[in-house]
Structure formats: C-alpha cells, structure tokens
C-alpha cells in the first residue's frame, strides 16, 4: 500500500442486498467485500437502487462501484439500466463491475455491458483475485482522473526528499521550530506546506518555460476551455490583462479600451505607454451597466471615438491594434461575441475578452456564442481576429484565489509564444505558488466533458429557483397591497404567441432556452432602450435584487428602501453580498452554490421585511452600527434609518448624478503613462474636490461600487459644478451624513469627512 493511496483514499460503493450466508452466492460476497477492505478501499454498501443513484450524484469521491445484478428482481432490469445511464451522464470514467453468476449472463442487456467495464461471477473466481481486479481499476481510474500537473505535484510530494533548495521552510518542517510556526503548520496541514516548492524542482517543469508537466496542463487547460494556447497565472486576472496588453501595444499606439474596464486595464496601459480610445457603454436608471452598443462598436463609430480622442496627435497612426471589452459585465450582461467579432474585427486585428467572472461559460449550451473562445478552435483561421481571454478561474470556477489562465486563438496579427511569453516572463513570479497552478489543473479537470456542463446547469437550477421564488412572493405581496423585493429579469416570458409570468414558466425551459434571457429592443425591465434584438443576454447566475424605490421612468419613487440598509442587515445574519449600489444587490450563484442554499437568504428577505416593517430598533437589528455611531442613530428603528438614506438619496440625487457621471466622457490632456510620470516626480497635490474644479487627475478615480473609472489618470475633473465632481460631491455628503455606510472610492482620500484627491501640478 503506497502513500498515495492514503492521500486520496480509496472509496467503492457495492450496490447490494444483504448477502445471505447460507448460499455460496452470498458467502463469496461477503469474503469479497472483506479482502477489498483489507487492501485499504473503504467499501460503502447501498441496498436499494433509489439510494445508490442518490450517492452516486451527489459524492464524487466513489471510484468504483460494484452493481449486483441481482438488485432488480423485473424482467427488463430497467432500475439498474437507469442507474447506470444516471452515472455514464454524470462520470465516464469510474469504473463499473456487474456482479452476478454466469447463470445469468446471457440475460444482461447490450446497453449494460456497453456502461460496465468489468464483470465478477461469483463465486469462480477467488476474492482476493477478483479484489486485485477492483484495486487496479481504482488506481487506474485515479491516475485518469488527475490532471497532468496537479497528478505530477501529488507524486512529487509524496516522495519524501530532502529539500535543500528554497523555499526554506523545508516542506514545513521549519514552521515546527516555534510555537507559532506549529500553529500554522497545524492550521493548513502537511500536504499544502509539502507541495510549496520551487522552481528548481525540475520534475514539475517550469511555468516561465511552460515545460514539463506544468506544460502539460496548460496544454490540457487549452483543449478543455477551446484555445489553441491557454497560460496558467498565478498574480491574477489583473497580472493576465497587463501580460496581454504588454505583449500586443506599445507607446503611442492605439487600444480601443471598454470603460467598463478593469483597473488593471488602466495600469496596462500605463506600463505600456499606449493611447487609449475609450469605447463607452450604457447604463440603465439602477445603475447597471449594459453593453457597448453596435453603433460604437462599428467600423464608423470607432472611427468617431479615434478622431475624438485629444490624445491622438498629428503624429500618431491612427489605425488601432489592439480592444479590450469586458464580458460579462458586473452585473451579468453578456455579449453576442460573433456579432462583437464583426463589428469589431473591421477594425482591429486583436480582440480582448475580460472575462473575468465568465470562466464557465464554454461548459454550458445556454450561453452558445457569447463567450471569446466559443465553437471549435480549428474553426477560428487567419481570416478572423486574435483572441484572448482572460479568465479568473477563482471567481466563479472551482480554484484558489488568484489563479486565472489566458487563453489565446491565432487570427490575424497573432503573436507567436516566444514574443508573448516575454511579456509574461515580465510580470511572472520566478517563485510562483504550486497550489495555486494545481488548481488550474483541477479546474479545468472539473470542467471536462461532461462534468462541467453538469456543474453549470446545477448552478442554473438553483439561480432560477431562486428567481422563480422571489417573482412569485412579490407577486403575492402586491396583489395584497404590500412591498417586496424583486429580481432584476424580464417579468414574463414569451412561450409560443402566449407572455406567461416568469413565476409560472417551466423551469426546463428557463435553463436551456436563451431567449428567456435575451434583452429585446425596448423593453421597461432592462432599461436600456432600442437595444439591437438578441445582442445582449442576462447571465441567470448573477442575480440582482431590486429594492423598492425606483419608478420605470429612471425618477425616484414616494416609498423606498436602500439596498445599503438591506446589505447591512444580511451581513449581520451572516449573509455577505457580492455588490451593492443605490437600489441593487449582486448575489452570485457559483458551482459552489448547495442546493437550497437560496433558502436562507430567502428567510433573511422576510426577516428584514419584518423588522422594517415593525421599525425594529437598531440595537436590536444591527447592534454594531449603533454601538460606533450611538451619537448619530441613537434611538432610531429600521425603519427610520431607510428612511433618513433615502430622503437624502432623493435630495441629492445620487443615482441619476451618476448616470450623468459615468455617462461624461472626460478631457483626456494626458496619456495614462504621462500622468503617472509626473506622479513618480511628485508633480501632484492633494486638492479638496472644490479645488479640483479644472484639475487633471493624477491617479484613476473609481467608485465601488460598481468598480468603474469615473476619471483615469490625465483627465480633466471638469467644473466645478460638472457632472463628475457633482458626483463625487454628493458621494462626499452621503458619506458625511452616514457613518458605517461611506463609500470606496479608490483615488479619493476621505479626511474628516472631506475628500481629497490627487491632481497634477
């Protein structure tokens, strides 16, 4: 028996009656069972076929399963052809041994012995024969299962060398010289401070030289997510998107830029030099922000963005290399990336994908054609555009923080491995984490057909469960004259020539067909007007609840209850929201989602609607946030606290003076790159935001939420009573008038309630 048995653990489940020990038949399963136990597999019996098929969909770690014939007492056996058809849907690998005598085997139908890979006749055979049998199929099976580099780490640390290279804690056994050193070592266990290594381990390849078996997964990841080439990262998508744009555009060259972007596009481009062209989307009256529309993206439209831009000067060729757009967007909207590819690709030869919160949209039919590396990569020829992705495989994927990959199709004006892998040399640890690059290997292990769709649709599930049941307690609660919370989604569906509410629509239907989610021109729900039919889908996992108090028409309603109160509330039950704006809060359904998980927050829903409701009071409903401001909400209920936001929110307009904020496009006087030099020179003072009325930025100003520049290093803060400093203003009062509900504004320094930035001199 070989440590790595132990490491995993061998499980098989016997899917069985209770073996009669008066008949050989019986006897020889029981002396089977007991010599598989004595070879360290760990045997889990079920007596029902009901019950196994449960097992089998819910517990991965059994690999093997031993199916007793004899279970199904009909004539068709159909009970256990459903269970083995269940389990191929579900794993095509873990190995299947029908257990029967030979009596019967004539009788087994083809569809059977096509799902089982190996048979036992009890009793003509000896157990321990047949138990070497079952061993060798787990170990197989085992050795299948495990992606290249994650396979390769786990022998490694399984060797048990002596390190004398870095890193010095020696596989952990540093950390056991000091009493908080064992403390960590405790904490996070052997295997993990075992497989910390180094680059000089050369069995685990390299990943600056993306050789050996650290290659080998990349290679894998690639087949997996559908690219010709994918990169393991372990800085982030952030270091993803600055290795592209690096190895793509250079000083005083052209990149159409998403404004929807990533503050790591921003630093892309400073440490490039390059000019960024911004591409602006919309935004509806919440404050969601929607695509780039068509028009913008056109051949016409990036010609407008370009002749618009002041940094373009005389000298600068106009022609741009390189686009970056955010897919999905924040709040889950995603594009048609066909469409976005010929709009697009007249007028660039490289498309970047920033699908940082998208990984997973290959593994699943809804989402067919909106993501970067949709279809099949031997379809994508020089005639299309170079694409990239960048993937956060943390985010939403099953990974450690910090792992993401970038996955490349060659097209047009590719760039070959050797010059890109310089650029990501340049932003690469030459110490990079070996957990972290083994759970990129994992996760593209789980994502394998047909798992991944099988994890994708599980999420889908749950997320339209919980959709289904808001809609419908809403429903209920006006049909009484009463409030609720609702999901920001279209209200009905279109089944046939016949709009059924979306409480009421099929389930099935709501999974598998992407119309349900597609943004039609004109529709109030979405907000975003004449949209071009089909360009747009809302992605069901990322659901936005709505609180009350925005009417259709984008103007604050008489009643209302700020989502902020609401967050509040949940993060005092235990329950932390992924973003929150004026009215709307994301919730992310990932594949880590349990099902009924939903449920609580359900509950949580329908607990704030009652102590809102009663005007319970804050010591009792959110006791820390009267204990650091008792001076500021002494003696004030739920209720009371929603109403004072709101009344503020109204009076100074907050949601629509951001719409008119991030709806401005500001001067650009100088290039990211500029602005930053003069930021390393100490060409910057801190101003009041009166002060900075004319002011260029020195460094990005971005509200969280959403997470979006509001003004990039360069350009100019307009006045004083302008649309982005009316903004920031009324941020600032906000944050004044409410302690523990203050904004994140990265780029603004709040003293004493005064904000300050940084402008150039």
Not at 235 to 260: E, H, K, P, Y
Not at 394 to 420: C, D, E, T, W, Y
Not at 457 to 477: L, Y
Not at 552 to 571: K, Q, R, S
């Amino acid at each position: 028996m070989t440590e790595n048995r132990h490491l995993l653990g061998m499980l098989a489940l016997l899917v069985s009656k209770q073996p009669d020990k008066r008949s050989v038949f019986g006897r020889a399963l029981i002396q089977l069972i007991s010599d598989v136990e004595d070879r360290a597999i760990s045997v889990l019996t079920s007596e029902s076929l009901s019950d196994a098929k449960s097992i089998l969909s819910t517990d991965p770690a059994i690999q093997c399963v031993l199916l007793s014939w004899e279970m199904d007492d009909s004539e068709d056996h159909q009970e256990c052809i459903d269970l083995l058809t269940a389990l191929r849907e579900r794993n095509t690998r873990v190995p299947v041994f029908l257990i029967s005598d030979r009596s019967t085997a004539s009788n087994v139908p083809l569809i059977v012995m096509q799902h089982a890979d190996d048979f036992i006749w009890l009793p003509e055979d000896t157990s321990r024969f047949l138990s070497g049998r079952i061993m060798a199929a787990i170990e197989r099976y085992r050795q299948a299962v495990l992606p290249p580099m994650f396979g390769a780490l786990l022998k490694f640390a399984r060797s048990y060398e002596y390190s004398w290279h870095t890193p010095g804690h020696a596989g952990g056994t540093a950390f056991l010289k000091s009493t908080a050193g064992r403390a960590f070592y405790e904490f996070f266990g052997e295997n993990l401070l075992r497989s910390d290594l180094s680059i000089s381990v050369g069995e685990l390849g390299s990943l600056l030289d993306h050789s050996g078996p650290i290659g080998q997964g990349e290679r894998y990841a690639a087949k997996v997510f559908g690219a010709h080439r994918t990169y393991y990262v372990t800085n982030g998508s952030s270091m993803s998107n600055r290795v592209i744009l690096m190895a793509s555009v250079t000083r005083d060259q052209i990149a159409l830029c998403d404004r929807n972007c990533h503050k790591s596009a921003e630093h892309a481009m400073t440490l490039s030099g390059a000019i960024p062209t911004y591409l602006v989307p919309t935004r509806n009256r919440f404050g969601i922000i929607g695509p780039i529309l068509p028009q913008t993206l056109s051949a016409e439209g990036v010609k407008a963005a370009i002749a618009n831009n002041p940094l373009v000067k005389s000298h600068i060729d106009p022609t741009p290399v390189h686009a970056i757009v955010t897919n999905s967007t924040y709040d889950g909207l995603t594009y048609n990336v066909t469409r976005v590819e010929e709009l697009l690709g007249q007028s660039v030869d490289r498309l970047h994908f920033d699908e940082a919160w998208y990984g997973y949209a290959r593994f699943n039919p809804l989402y067919k054609d909106r993501f970067a590396m949709h279809g099949s990569p031997d379809d994508h020829d020089a005639s299309k555009p170079t694409v990239f992705a960048t993937q956060s495989t943390h985010k939403l994927l099953a990974a450690l923080s910090q792992a993401s990959m970038i996955h490349v199709r060659n097209g047009r004006n590719p760039i070959p491995h050797g010059r890109f892998n310089e650029s990501y040399m340049m932003h690469a640890s030459t110490s990079p984490n070996y957990a972290i690059m083994a759970s990129c290997d994992v996760s593209s292990a789980m994502m394998e057909a047909p798992s991944g769709q099988i994890l994708t649709t599980e999420s889908i599930e749950e997320a339209i469960s919980f959709r289904q049941v808001i809609s419908r307690m809403q429903t209920e609660m006006l049909a009484q004259d009463d409030w609720f919370f609702s999901c920001w989604q279209p209200p009905s569906v279109h089944v046939g020539s016949t709009s059924i509410p979306f409480h009421e629509v099929d389930p099935a239907k709501l999974k598998a067909d992407p119309s349900c989610w597609v943004l039609h021109p004109n529709e109030v729900w979405h907000g975003f007007g004449d949209i071009e039919d089909g360009y747009c889908m809302l992605d069901p996992i990322k659901v936005s609840i709505l609180s009350p108090g925005m009417g259709d028409d984008g103007n604050l309603l008489d009643f209302g209850i700020p989502a902020c109160v609401l967050t509040a509330y949940l993060g005092r039950q235990g329950i932390v929201v992924e973003k929150t704006t004026d009215f709307t809060i994301l919730f992310l359904f990932s594949i880590g989602i349990t099902k009924g998980k939903w449920g609580t927050l359900v509950n949580a829903l329908l607990d704030f609607k009652r102590d809102y409701d009663t005007n319970l009071e804050l010591e009792l409903c959110l006791p820390d946030l009267l204990t650091a401001n008792q001076q500021r909400y002494a003696g004030m209920g739920l209720k009371d606290l929603a109403e004072d936001i709101f009344a503020a929110m109204k009076k100074n307009k907050t949601t629509a003076a951001m719409a008119q904020a991030f709806g401005t496009l500001p001067k650009a006087e100088f290039s990211p790159v500029e602005a930053y030099e003069k930021l390393v020179r100490n060409e910057v003072e801190l101003v009041t935001l009166e002060e900075a009325a004319g002011r260029i930025a020195a460094t990005g100003i971005v509200p969280y939420p959403p997470g979006i520049p509001l003004l990039m290093p360069g350009e100019n803060a307009g006045a004083s009573d302008g649309p982005l400093l009316a903004y920031l203003k009324a941020l600032e009062s906000f944050d004044s008038s409410f302690p523990g509900f203050t904004h994140d504004t990265h780029g603004i320094e709040n003293e004493a309630g005064v904000y300050r930035m940084l402008v150039l001199k």
